[in-house]
């Protein structure tokens, strides 16, 4: 059974940083995909914001490019170093993980959510003056 769970959320003002984590189990696939996604008030789906493959492959959404840095640890751990925070930001944080298949990012976007079958709960990220 896959299990992922979130932390490290919490409110900041603009300009700071945050780190979410992600701790992933039973993925026992050899080749992967893990991401972090966002739901933004008022919106209905969840927004890419940045995956990573079992080969260090990165994809970014253009809003965070340059401020977000994703990482990871075999499948068992993937981080979301946020930097120079904006208001903007302000969001439920999902951590998710699939199976990387060779179609991955050819059809649709590597930020696409059909990549990912499996999700944690979230943690909201809240960025105020």
């Known amino acids: 059974q896959v299990q992922l769970v979130e932390s490290g959320g919490g409110s900041v003002q603009p300009g700071k940083s945050l780190t979410l984590s992600c701790t992933a189990s039973?993925?026992?696939?050899?080749?992967?995909?893990l991401g972090w996604f966002r739901r933004i008030p008022g919106q209905e789906v969840e927004e890419g914001v940045a995956t990573i493959d079992e080969g260090d492959r990165e994809f970014y959404a253009d809003d965070v490019k340059g401020r977000f840095t994703i990482s990871h640890i075999n499948a068992n751990k993937v981080y979301l170093q946020m930097n120079s925070l904006k208001p903007d930001d302000t969001a439920m944080y999902y951590c998710a993980a699939g199976y990387r298949s060779a179609a991955y990012g050819t059809y649709a976007s590597p930020l696409a959510p059909q990549w990912f079958g499996y999700w944690g709960q979230g943690t909201q990220v809240t960025v105020s003056s």
């Open positions: 039973g993925l026992d696939f050899g080749t992967y995909v």
